[in-house]
């Protein structure tokens, strides 16, 4: 078979590494963080003593809210990850492998998502049956070490999640050399890649003045549809429900670089607010991440627990609460930045009382168009929001 | 309360009717045809006839292969719904409402997801305490009635569906009036709306020479990186799994209009081949919007059963079928389209005799490049696919 025999040739040059010189200095710190790392197992090794590493706990208890930063930060607490351990060995080898694999990618110039990692580093151990990961679900939380322990985000590994997300308004970005005008995007919009790092993604020129972002794709036609970033002047997002680290990220960039407030408009719901509550004080299992993404300045314009009245709406756009709801809404309520904010205690109280949610959606029972021209608005006039 | 007067007012000045003058021919065709169907109503009533519409059936028994036109049509089928049938009533005046639902969506020159029309037209019945829709799923078919009735695409009916996608490649749109140069975009890419009609999409300038249609988001970055449109002239795009109808929509005006072939990359599974049959022949419940989506002539690239000793691939890729797997293998291989062709019977009974599926992702084992410098090239100059 001529073909298997060419295949192979060519899966062998691939391997060839890039030039060091084209490597972004974010690249060469990256990559110096990974051979820092397999350098430390070598100079154990030299020493005759036992080969680990200490790898900053994820866990719930690790994680807590700094009052001062205003985002969820991770503790001090590691965890001791040794290779003569018959528990741990396994995890060791499979975090250097995790680390290669990176060293890989960035020394070729290329990005893959964690499927893909997974299987570039999947095989059976040579004189074994052992399988170096047995699915994907023992490759993820391989990463998040590795970024811990790194202190890099799996972007700069080289590794990326979900690219949902749309963005369109007065702003004139680089992404990858390509000058992209967000004004210019028609009905379709830019789609957020996950890898916003800035030796991928440039501000160019920016005159908007806030960003606008909404929960779904959905909601984000509809202000596109009436040019709403154009009448505010504005960039107008949204990260298709729990936005994914790249929206994340290009928020906390927009927000701090160039200085723009951000309003959510999200729905009326514990779901909605717990969006609120990542793209504002960050999540606990990327608690490493916060202060590269939480935004805690981040306001929620609505919808809230009061629009049903002040909104007039029908009673018909009510969805009845379920058992989760109230328990998730009771769960939020307690979340330390929540906690002493009384106009917050008041807006999941009115939930609770309520016992409805409500969809951005459900606003259309007013006009197609209300969203956009009169509830949005008039809350920015009239500064009213959470936070 | 101040806020609530001024919502209510803006409500109604949302629901000023477009200058009649400034809708697009199409627009004009489809109201003309809303307002046929509702003079169709009063001229009954007029003749002191029970009013009632013949309603296109869009069962399975009612979908059939059209060997000449190679794909899935509708028979002439149709279900009488009458006004005056306690058990037709409801569905007959929902339609009604979801036909004036549209109709002010067209007048109003705006478009809204079936979740917005849901939301537009639900109210309850004034003097009952009957739903106009219960939820979603009531409303949803009769979107579908709405469609078959007129013989108007959802999307003329200015309803969209999602719209996962997304397009690169060596070709320049206008998209509502803004160009877009789909060779500058970034490794975000263009994301392709839910409505891609001529109304909203034109083509400007087309220089490259077919289409690579990838299942994933993640395969498609791989592409993307590699820059791979711009070796081989062409465009590339995804649609997040089964691509939604703007994406199929898209695809269909690309290869009818432009003349440009279209080539899968799939996943090695039933849902993979399920994907490509979709593409090319249409689907059973969207079988009246063949004509305008099914694509016979797209060819299927790969991944083929024949793969994973074709490419010397490890045994760590392979995913174990299920029975569900073997269900669908076996329903997919009886398909009238694939049934005569000895090429797809023999690639389904290797998929059935491995016992195993295979990602595209699983090609990164021989490399990460191995999928766009060596797999589909080679496949390409070989002419080496299914169809």
Same mark, same amino acid.
């Given at each position: 078979?001529?073909?298997?025999?060419?295949?192979?040739?060519? =899966?062998? =040059?691939?391997?060839?590494?890039?030039?060091?010189?084209?490597?972004?200095?974010?690249?060469?710190?990256?990559?110096?963080?990974?051979?820092?790392?397999?350098?430390?197992?070598?100079?154990?090794?030299?020493?005759?003593?036992?080969?680990?590493?200490d790898v900053p706990s994820r866990s719930l208890s690790n994680a807590r809210y700094n009052k001062t930063k205003r985002y969820i930060?991770?503790?001090?607490?590691?965890?001791?990850? @040794?290779?003569?351990?018959?528990?741990?060995?396994?995890?060791?080898?499979?975090?250097?492998?995790?680390?290669?694999?990176?060293?890989?990618?960035?020394?070729?110039? %290329?990005?893959?998502?964690?499927?893909?990692?997974?299987?570039?580093?999947?095989?059976?151990?040579?004189?074994?049956?052992?399988?170096?990961?047995?699915?994907?679900? @023992?490759?993820?939380?391989?990463?998040?070490?590795? @970024?811990?322990?790194?202190?890099?985000?799996? @972007? $700069?590994?080289?590794?990326?999640?979900?690219?949902?997300?749309?963005?369109?308004?007065?702003?004139?970005?680089?992404?990858?050399?390509?000058?992209?005008?967000?004004?210019?995007? +028609?009905?379709?919009?830019?789609?957020?890649?996950?890898?916003? $790092?800035?030796?991928?993604?440039?501000?160019?020129?920016?005159?908007?003045?806030?960003?606008?972002?909404?929960?779904?794709?959905?909601?984000?036609?509809?202000?596109? $549809?009436?040019?709403?970033?154009?009448?505010?002047?504005?960039?107008?997002?949204?990260?298709?429900?729990?936005?994914?680290?790249?929206?994340?990220?290009?928020?906390?960039?927009?927000?701090?670089?160039? +200085?723009?407030?951000?309003?959510?408009?999200?729905?009326?719901?514990?779901?909605?607010?717990?969006?609120?509550?990542?793209?504002?004080? +960050?999540?606990?299992?990327?608690?490493?991440?916060?202060?590269?993404?939480?935004?805690? $300045?981040?306001?929620?314009?609505?919808?809230? =627990?009061?629009?049903?009245?002040?909104?007039?709406?029908?009673?018909?756009?009510?969805?009845?609460?379920?058992?989760?709801?109230? %328990?998730?809404?009771?769960?939020?309520?307690?979340?330390?930045?929540?906690?002493? %904010?009384?106009?917050?205690? %008041?807006?999941?109280?009115?939930?609770?009382?309520?016992?409805f949610k409500l969809e951005v959606e459900a606003l259309i029972n007013k006009g197609i168009s209300f969203v956009t021209e009169t509830?949005?608005?008039?809350?920015?006039?009239?500064?009213?929001?959470?936070?």
């Amino acid at each position: 078979m001529a073909k298997k025999k060419s295949a192979n040739s060519s =899966s062998d =040059s691939n391997r060839a590494k890039a030039d060091p010189a084209k490597l972004s200095p974010q690249d060469k710190k990256t990559l110096g963080s990974l051979t820092g790392l397999a350098d430390g197992v070598v100079d154990l090794a030299h020493k005759s003593r036992a080969p680990h590493m200490d790898v900053p706990s994820r866990s719930l208890s690790n994680a807590r809210y700094n009052k001062t930063k205003r985002y969820i930060e991770m503790g001090n607490n590691t965890t001791r990850r @040794e290779l003569f351990n018959l528990s741990q060995a396994k995890s060791y080898m499979q975090t250097l492998l995790v680390s290669s694999g990176c060293k890989q990618l960035i020394e070729e110039g %290329k990005t893959t998502s964690i499927r893909g990692l997974y299987y570039l580093l999947k095989h059976t151990i040579d004189g074994t049956k052992e399988e170096t990961f047995n699915d994907q679900a @023992e490759s993820d939380p391989i990463i998040e070490d590795v @970024e811990v322990l790194l202190n890099a985000l799996r @972007e $700069e590994l080289h590794v990326y999640a979900s690219n949902r997300g749309t963005m369109v308004g007065n702003i004139i970005i680089n992404d990858s050399g390509d000058e992209i005008d967000c004004s210019r995007m +028609g009905s379709g919009g830019y789609n957020i890649p996950s890898i916003v $790092e800035p030796e991928v993604v440039q501000f160019v020129k920016c005159s908007a003045k806030f960003i606008l972002h909404v929960e779904k794709d959905t909601v984000w036609r509809r202000f596109n $549809e009436d040019k709403f970033w154009r009448k505010h002047n504005c960039i107008l997002t949204h990260g298709g429900g729990q936005p994914p680290r790249g929206v994340r990220r290009l928020l906390h960039r927009l927000h701090n670089e160039l +200085g723009l407030p951000i309003y959510c408009v999200l729905d009326n719901d514990p779901w909605g607010y717990y969006i609120y509550s990542v793209i504002k004080q +960050g999540s606990i299992n990327l608690a490493f991440e916060s202060k590269r993404m939480a935004i805690p $300045e981040a306001k929620y314009l609505g919808l809230r =627990s009061i629009d049903f009245e002040r909104c007039n709406l029908s009673n018909s756009v009510q969805i009845r609460l379920n058992d989760n709801d109230r %328990k998730r809404a009771k769960q939020i309520a307690n979340y330390p930045w929540f906690k002493d %904010k009384p106009k917050w205690q %008041k807006e999941i109280k009115k939930l609770l009382d309520n016992d409805f949610k409500l969809e951005v959606e459900a606003l259309i029972n007013k006009g197609i168009s209300f969203v956009t021209e009169t509830y949005v608005p008039e809350r920015l006039e009239e500064q009213d929001w959470l936070d």
